[in-house]
C-alpha cells in the first residue's frame, strides 16, 4: 500500500509504557484535506496514538511518514515545523501568558515574522474574541474561550494537518457544536483533521473515515457512514445512550 | 555457595583480627582511618538510603562527638567508656535537633540546609574559646591503665574495629526491625505510610539521633586517635566524602557503606597517584551511576522527590 | 547611623553579586523544578578560568570573554551529560548527579589550581569615595550598575522577546511547550548557558570586589545564591534580584551588630527560618513545586 496520496501514514506502530502494552501493531492513514477520527473507550490507547505521531513517546515497532518523508526519528519540533499542529487533550493553553503570545507560540517554528503577524490577523478575523482578549492572560478565560484559543494557536502554523485529543471533552452542547463546526471549516481550507472523539456519533457524522480502538488494537475501521452502521459498533457505542455517558471521560 | 559465603567472611574476620599482627603500621592506619569511616557511611545511609532524606551535615555530627571527647577530657580525667557514651550522646541530640527543626523543609531543600550544619558548626568551634577557636583542642588523650585504654595502634584499631562492628549491628537490627520497615515505608511513598499509622517525624527524627550516636562514636575514637581535634577536620568536604560513600556503596545497602568507606579512604590512600583526584573520579562514578541507572542505585526509591 | 548606611553599601554591593547567582538557580528552577547544585562550582571554575586567562597576559576583558565561552559550554556540557538524560527520573536522581559534578568541578579546581586563596588583579576602578563618613568604593558603584543592568536586560530578555516567551511557556506546561514546536532541550540549554555566563560576571564582580579567587567559593556560593533564591521566591527571577540583596543585607548587618564570625551561621538561621515559615521562599509562589 505504497500510498503517495496520503497526508500521515502510521504503520503497524507499537508502544509500551514500562512493560505496559498500550498500542500493539496499530495503523492510521490520513489523506489530505479529510477528516479521521479515532474512537474508543477510556485508557484505549487514543492520546497515545497522539503522542506517538508528535513523538513525546517512543515507538517499539513501526514508521510514521509524513508526506511520504520517515518522520519517526524527528523531534517533536521538526514535525510540528512540518506541518502538524496540536490541540492537546484538555485544552492546555499557557495560562500564564497572554492570549496574543500564546497564539505567537503557536508560529514559533515559523521563521517568518512578517507571515506570523499575518497568520496572526486571520486568526483573529475568524476569532474575534481572542482579538478582543489579546493582552488578557489566557488563564483568566472562560473554558469555551480557551478551547477557542487552543484551536487558534494550532491554525498559527498553518498546518497541513490538525490533531485533536478530545476537543470537545467536557464542553456544553452548544460548544460542541461549535467545535464540529470549527472542524469542518478547518476542512474546507484544506487541511486535515485526525480527531479523537468520545461522541462518536456526532464525529462520525463529520469524518471521512473513522478508527475504533479497543484496549491498543484497533478494533474496527473504515469510512464513517460504514463504521455507524456497523453493528460492533451500534452495539458498543451508537445504542440508545449517547457515548459520552457510556464512556467517562478519559483521565489521560 | 552459603558455605563458600561463610568461608570468605571466617577468613575475612581472622585477616581483620589478626591485622594488627601481620601488617605494617601503615597499612594499620589506614585500616583504622577505614573504620571511623564506617559509622559515619552507616549513619548516612540509615537516613538518606533508607530513609529517603537527602542530608549533607554529617561532619557536624561527627564534629560534635570528637569536640565532645576533646572539651571532656581537658576538663576532667574521664575514661574512655564514659566519654564514647557522652560524644554519642551529645552527637545523638544535636541529629535529633535538626531533625525537629527542619521536619517542615521540603526534600530538596533540606539537602541545601543541612551542608548549612557544616557551617554553623565551623562557626560555632571557630568563634568560641572552649573549642580552641580556630587551633582546636590538644593533648587529648585516655587516662593511662584505664579500662579501653587506647595508647597502641593496636589498640585503636581494635577500638575502631569494635565501634564499626557495634554499628554494622545496630543498623542490620533496625533494619530487620518493624522500624526499619517503617523507615523504609516513609521513603517509599510518605502519604501511604501516613495512612498505615506512620509517623514520619518521629521516625526521621529517631534515625537521625541513632546516625548521630554512631558518628559521635566515630568523633570520639576520632579524637583519641589524633590526639587534638580541630575545625578542619570537620569541614563540608567530608560531609560530601561520607555522602560519595553511600551513593557510591548503592543507597540502602549497610554492606555497601562499607564497600563505599573502603574505597574511599583506603584506595586512594594506596593509590598515591590518584589520591589527588579522589574527590572528583568519586563525582566521575556517581554521575555514570546515576545516568546509567537511576533506579538500581536509588533502589526500591519510587516517588518523585 | 553612619555604620548603618556603610553596611547596607556594603551589603547591597556583596548582595547583589549574590543575585546574579541566584539568577542561575532560579531559571533552572523555575524550568525544571531541579536545584542546580552545581551552578557554584561551575560559578567558581570560570573565574578561575578568568584568572588563569590574566595570568597568561591576556588583556582582562579578553580573558572575561573565553571566561564567559567557558562557563556557557560547561554550562551546557553539564546539562547533557549528567541532568538531562534524568529529567524524567525520580526527582533525587538529577540532584545526586549535581553532586558529583560539583565534586569533580571541585576537585579539577583543586588540581589545576590549588587550594590557595589567589589575588585577582582588575583593571576595574578601586578607588573610592566618601560621602558624611561612609566610605563607598568605586568597585561597589560598578556592582550595583552591573547588576541593574542586567536586572532590566533579563526583564527584556524574558518579557519582550521570543526567547523569553518561549521560556515563560516551558515553565507554565512543558509537555504543552513541545507540542507547540518548542525546541524544549535546545532553550534549557540556552538557559543553563545564560545562567552561567551571569554566574561568570557574578564571580569576577566577587574576585574583584574582594580581590580573591578560592575553590571553596564555589560551595560558598551555591549556599548564598540558593539561600537568596529562596528568599526571593524560589523559581522568580525577579526574585532573585530582591532575595540577593535582602541576604547580602541581613548579612552585612549582622556582621556588623551581631558578629563577623557568624556570616554564614546567619545565612543558614535565615534560610531555615523563611523555609518553615514559607515553605516556597519569601515572595514564592505555592503553586512553583512540581512533581
Ligand atoms: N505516561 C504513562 N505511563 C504509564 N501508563 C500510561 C501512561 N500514559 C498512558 N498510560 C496507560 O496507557 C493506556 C492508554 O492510555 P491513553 O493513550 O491515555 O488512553 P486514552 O487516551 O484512550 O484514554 C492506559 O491504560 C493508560 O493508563
Ligand atoms: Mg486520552
Given at each position: 500500500?505504497?500510498s503517495?496520496d496520503?497526508?500521515?501514514e502510521?504503520?503497524?506502530?507499537?508502544?509500551y509504557?514500562?512493560?505496559?502494552?498500550?498500542l500493539?501493531d496499530?495503523?492510521?492513514?490520513?489523506?489530505?484535506?479529510?477528516?479521521v477520527c479515532?474512537?474508543?473507550?477510556n485508557a484505549?490507547g487514543?492520546?497515545?496514538?497522539?503522542?506517538?505521531?508528535?513523538?513525546?513517546?517512543?515507538?517499539?515497532t513501526?514508521?510514521?511518514r509524513?508526506?511520504?518523508?520517515?518522520i519517526?526519528?524527528?523531534?517533536?519540533?521538526?514535525?510540528?515545523?512540518?506541518?502538524?499542529?496540536?490541540?492537546?487533550?484538555?485544552?492546555?493553553?499557557?495560562a500564564?501568558?497572554?492570549?496574543?503570545?500564546?497564539?505567537e507560540?503557536?508560529a514559533?517554528?515559523?521563521?517568518?515574522?512578517?507571515?506570523?503577524?499575518?497568520?496572526?490577523d486571520?486568526?483573529f478575523?475568524?476569532?474575534?474574541?481572542?482579538?478582543?482578549r489579546?493582552?488578557?492572560m489566557?488563564?483568566?478565560?472562560?473554558?469555551?474561550?480557551?478551547?477557542?484559543?487552543?484551536?487558534?494557536?494550532?491554525?498559527?502554523s498553518?498546518p497541513?494537518?490538525i490533531?485533536?485529543?478530545?476537543?470537545?471533552?467536557g464542553?456544553?452542547?452548544?460548544?460542541?457544536?461549535r467545535?464540529?463546526?470549527?472542524?469542518?471549516?478547518?476542512?474546507?481550507?484544506?487541511?486535515?483533521?485526525?480527531?479523537?472523539?468520545?461522541?462518536?456519533?456526532?464525529?462520525?457524522k463529520?469524518?471521512?473515515?473513522?478508527y475504533?480502538?479497543?484496549?491498543?488494537s484497533?478494533?474496527?475501521?473504515g469510512?464513517?457512514e460504514?463504521?455507524?452502521?456497523d453493528?460492533?459498533?451500534?452495539?458498543?457505542y451508537?445504542g440508545h445512550?449517547?457515548?459520552?455517558a457510556?464512556?467517562p471521560?478519559?483521565?489521560? | 555457595?552459603i558455605i563458600?559465603?561463610?568461608?570468605?567472611?571466617?577468613?575475612g574476620?581472622v585477616?581483620?583480627?589478626l591485622l594488627?599482627?601481620?601488617?605494617?603500621?601503615?597499612v594499620l592506619?589506614?585500616?583504622?582511618?577505614?573504620l571511623?569511616?564506617?559509622?559515619?557511611?552507616?549513619?548516612?545511609?540509615?537516613?538518606t538510603g533508607?530513609?529517603?532524606?537527602?542530608?549533607m551535615?554529617?561532619a557536624?555530627?561527627?564534629?560534635?562527638?570528637?569536640?565532645?571527647?576533646?572539651?571532656?577530657?581537658?576538663h576532667?580525667?574521664?575514661g574512655?567508656?564514659?566519654?564514647?557514651?557522652?560524644?554519642?550522646?551529645?552527637a545523638?541530640?544535636?541529629?535529633?535537633?535538626?531533625?525537629?527543626?527542619?521536619?517542615?523543609?521540603r526534600g530538596?531543600?533540606?539537602?541545601?540546609v543541612?551542608?548549612?550544619?557544616?557551617?554553623?558548626?565551623?562557626?560555632?568551634?571557630n568563634?568560641s574559646?572552649?573549642?580552641?577557636?580556630?587551633t582546636g583542642?590538644?593533648?587529648i588523650?585516655p587516662p593511662?591503665?584505664?579500662?579501653?585504654?587506647v595508647?597502641t595502634p593496636a589498640?585503636?584499631f581494635?577500638l575502631?574495629?569494635?565501634?564499626?562492628?557495634?554499628c554494622v549491628l545496630?543498623?542490620?537490627?533496625?533494619?530487620?526491625?518493624r522500624f526499619?520497615?517503617?523507615?523504609?515505608?516513609?521513603?517509599d511513598?510518605?502519604?501511604v505510610?501516613a495512612?498505615?499509622?506512620?509517623?514520619e517525624v518521629?521516625?526521621?527524627?529517631?534515625?537521625?539521633?541513632?546516625?548521630?550516636?554512631m558518628?559521635?562514636?566515630?568523633?570520639?575514637?576520632?579524637?583519641?586517635?589524633?590526639?587534638?581535634?580541630?575545625?578542619?577536620?570537620?569541614n563540608?568536604?567530608?560531609?560530601?566524602?561520607?555522602f560519595?560513600?553511600v551513593?557510591i556503596?548503592?543507597?540502602?545497602s549497610?554492606?555497601?557503606?562499607?564497600?563505599?568507606?573502603?574505597?574511599?579512604i583506603?584506595?586512594?590512600?594506596?593509590?598515591r597517584?590518584?589520591?589527588?583526584y579522589?574527590?572528583g573520579i568519586?563525582?566521575?562514578l556517581?554521575?555514570?551511576?546515576?545516568v546509567?541507572r537511576?533506579?538500581g542505585?536509588l533502589?526500591?526509591w519510587?516517588?518523585?522527590? | 547611623?553612619?555604620?548603618f548606611v556603610?553596611?547596607?553599601i556594603n551589603?547591597?554591593a556583596?548582595?547583589?553579586?549574590?543575585?546574579?547567582?541566584?539568577?542561575?538557580?532560579?531559571?533552572?528552577?523555575?524550568?525544571?523544578?531541579?536545584?542546580?547544585?552545581?551552578h557554584?562550582?561551575?560559578?567558581?571554575?570560570?573565574?578561575?578560568?578568568?584568572l588563569?586567562?590574566v595570568?597568561?597576559?591576556?588583556?582582562?576583558?579578553g580573558?572575561?570573554?573565553?571566561?564567559m565561552?567557558?562557563?556557557?559550554?560547561?554550562?551546557?556540557?553539564?546539562?547533557r551529560?549528567a541532568?538531562?538524560?534524568l529529567?524524567?527520573?525520580?526527582?533525587?536522581?538529577?540532584?545526586?548527579?549535581?553532586?558529583?559534578?560539583a565534586l569533580?568541578?571541585?576537585n579539577?579546581?583543586?588540581?589545576?589550581?590549588g587550594?590557595?586563596?589567589r589575588?585577582?588583579?582588575?583593571?576595574?576602578?578601586?578607588?573610592?569615595f566618601?560621602?558624611?563618613?561612609?566610605?563607598?568604593?568605586?568597585?561597589q558603584?560598578?556592582?550595583l550598575?552591573?547588576?541593574?543592568?542586567?536586572?532590566?536586560?533579563?526583564?527584556?530578555?524574558?518579557?519582550?522577546t521570543s526567547?523569553?516567551r518561549?521560556?515563560?511557556?516551558?515553565?507554565?506546561?512543558?509537555?504543552?511547550a513541545?507540542?507547540?514546536g518548542?525546541?524544549?532541550?535546545?532553550?534549557?540549554?540556552?538557559v543553563?548557558?545564560?545562567?552561567?555566563?551571569?554566574g561568570?560576571?557574578?564571580?569576577?564582580?566577587?574576585?574583584?570586589?574582594y580581590?580573591?579567587v578560592?575553590?571553596?567559593?564555589?560551595?560558598?556560593g551555591?549556599?548564598?545564591?540558593?539561600?537568596?533564591?529562596?528568599?526571593?521566591?524560589?523559581?522568580?527571577?525577579?526574585?532573585?534580584?530582591?532575595?540577593?540583596?535582602?541576604?547580602g543585607?541581613?548579612?552585612?548587618?549582622?556582621?556588623?551588630?551581631?558578629?563577623?564570625?557568624?556570616q554564614?551561621?546567619?545565612?543558614?538561621?535565615?534560610?531555615?527560618v523563611?523555609l518553615?515559615l514559607?515553605?516556597?521562599g519569601m515572595?514564592?509562589?505555592?503553586?512553583?513545586?512540581r512533581?
Open positions: 500500500m505504497a503517495s496520503s497526508l500521515l502510521v504503520r503497524n506502530i507499537s508502544v509504557y514500562g512493560s505496559f502494552r498500550a500493539e496499530v495503523s492510521y492513514t490520513v489523506g489530505p484535506g479529510s477528516v479515532l474512537l474508543g473507550g484505549s487514543k492520546s497515545s496514538s497522539m503522542k506517538a505521531i508528535f513523538g513525546t513517546v517512543p515507538l517499539r513501526g514508521s510514521i509524513f508526506e511520504g518523508q520517515r519517526d526519528g524527528w523531534t517533536t519540533a521538526k514535525r510540528v515545523a512540518a506541518g502538524i499542529a496540536a490541540v492537546p487533550e484538555g485544552r492546555r493553553v499557557f500564564n501568558l497572554s492570549v496574543r503570545e500564546n497564539l507560540l503557536g514559533c517554528t515559523l521563521r517568518d515574522g512578517r507571515a506570523v503577524r499575518t497568520y496572526l486571520a486568526v478575523d475568524q476569532f474575534p474574541q481572542l482579538r478582543e489579546q493582552g488578557q489566557a488563564g483568566s478565560m472562560s473554558g469555551g474561550e480557551q478551547q477557542m484559543l487552543a484551536f487558534g494557536r494550532a491554525l498559527m498553518r497541513k494537518l490533531c485533536m485529543d478530545e476537543p470537545s471533552m464542553m456544553s452542547p452548544a460548544l460542541v457544536s467545535n464540529f463546526k470549527l472542524i469542518k471549516s478547518i476542512r474546507e481550507r484544506g487541511t486535515a483533521v485526525f480527531v479523537v472523539e468520545q461522541n462518536a456519533r456526532a464525529a462520525l463529520i469524518a471521512d473515515y473513522a475504533v480502538l479497543r484496549t491498543g484497533v478494533m474496527l475501521r469510512p464513517a460504514q463504521v455507524a452502521t453493528p460492533q459498533m451500534q452495539a458498543a451508537l445512550t449517547p457515548l459520552a457510556t464512556v471521560p478519559a483521565a489521560h | 555457595m563458600a559465603g561463610w568461608v570468605v567472611m571466617i577468613v574476620a585477616v581483620v583480627l594488627p599482627q601481620v601488617s605494617s603500621p601503615y592506619f589506614v585500616a583504622t582511618e577505614v571511623l569511616y564506617v559509622p559515619l557511611a552507616i549513619g548516612q545511609n540509615l537516613i533508607n530513609t529517603g532524606v537527602l542530608s551535615g554529617h557536624a555530627l561527627y564534629g560534635v562527638g570528637a569536640y565532645t571527647t576533646g572539651v571532656l577530657v581537658s576532667i580525667a574521664i574512655v567508656p564514659l566519654t564514647l557514651l557522652a560524644s554519642a550522646g551529645a545523638a541530640l544535636v541529629g535529633l535537633g535538626v531533625s525537629l527543626t527542619t521536619q517542615r523543609i530538596d531543600y533540606l539537602f541545601i543541612t551542608i548549612g550544619l557544616n557551617f554553623i558548626f565551623l562557626d560555632v568551634v568563634n574559646t572552649w573549642s580552641g577557636a580556630a583542642l590538644f593533648a588523650a593511662a591503665g584505664g579500662l579501653l585504654a595508647t589498640r585503636f581494635y575502631s574495629l569494635g565501634v564499626a562492628a557495634l545496630i543498623s542490620l537490627a533496625i533494619l530487620r526491625s526499619g520497615r517503617a523507615m523504609e515505608a516513609v521513603r511513598d510518605p502519604l505510610a495512612t498505615m499509622g506512620l509517623k518521629p521516625i526521621k527524627a529517631g534515625i537521625f539521633g541513632v546516625a548521630g550516636a558518628a559521635g562514636l566515630s568523633g570520639c575514637v576520632l579524637a583519641y586517635f589524633l590526639g587534638s581535634v580541630g575545625p578542619q577536620d570537620f563540608s568536604n567530608i560531609s560530601l566524602l561520607i560519595e560513600m551513593i556503596g548503592g543507597l540502602g549497610v554492606s555497601g557503606s562499607v564497600l563505599g568507606a573502603i574505597v574511599l583506603a584506595v586512594p590512600e594506596f593509590l597517584s590518584v589520591q589527588e579522589s574527590l568519586g563525582g566521575v556517581i554521575v555514570v551511576m546515576m546509567l537511576p533506579e542505585v533502589g526500591s519510587r516517588t518523585a522527590r | 547611623m553612619i555604620t556603610q553596611q547596607v551589603g547591597a556583596a548582595g547583589s553579586v549574590y543575585a546574579l547567582l541566584a539568577v542561575g538557580y532560579n531559571m533552572v528552577y523555575g524550568l525544571l523544578g531541579f536545584i542546580n547544585f552545581a557554584g562550582d561551575l560559578y567558581m571554575f570560570s573565574t578561575f578560568i578568568v588563569a586567562m595570568t597568561l597576559h591576556v588583556p582582562f576583558w580573558a572575561v570573554a573565553v571566561g565561552v567557558a562557563a556557557c559550554f560547561l554550562g551546557m556540557s553539564v546539562e551529560i541532568y538531562r538524560p529529567r524524567t527520573a525520580n526527582r533525587i536522581a538529577p540532584t545526586v548527579s549535581a553532586v558529583g559534578v569533580v568541578l571541585e579539577a579546581a583543586q588540581v589545576i589550581w587550594p590557595a586563596t589575588p585577582f588583579p582588575t583593571p576595574l576602578p578601586q578607588g573610592l566618601r560621602v558624611d563618613g561612609v566610605v563607598i568604593t568605586a568597585m558603584i560598578v556592582i550598575l552591573t547588576a541593574a543592568a542586567i536586572a532590566v536586560a533579563l526583564r527584556v530578555g524574558v518579557y519582550h526567547w523569553g518561549k521560556l515563560r511557556a516551558i515553565r507554565d506546561d512543558l509537555p504543552t513541545e507540542l507547540v518548542i525546541s524544549v532541550n535546545r532553550l534549557v540549554s540556552s543553563y548557558a545564560v545562567g552561567a555566563a551571569l561568570l560576571i557574578s564571580g569576577v564582580l566577587f574576585a574583584a570586589y580581590n580573591s578560592y575553590v571553596t567559593m564555589g560551595l560558598t551555591t549556599l548564598n545564591a540558593f539561600t537568596a533564591a529562596v528568599l526571593g521566591g524560589i523559581g522568580s527571577i525577579g526574585g532573585s534580584f530582591a532575595g540577593g540583596l535582602a541576604l543585607l541581613l548579612q552585612s548587618l549582622g556582621a556588623g551588630y551581631i558578629s563577623s564570625g557568624y554564614n551561621t546567619i545565612t543558614f538561621v535565615v534560610l531555615i523563611v518553615l514559607r515553605p516556597n515572595f514564592g509562589k505555592l503553586t512553583a513545586a512533581a
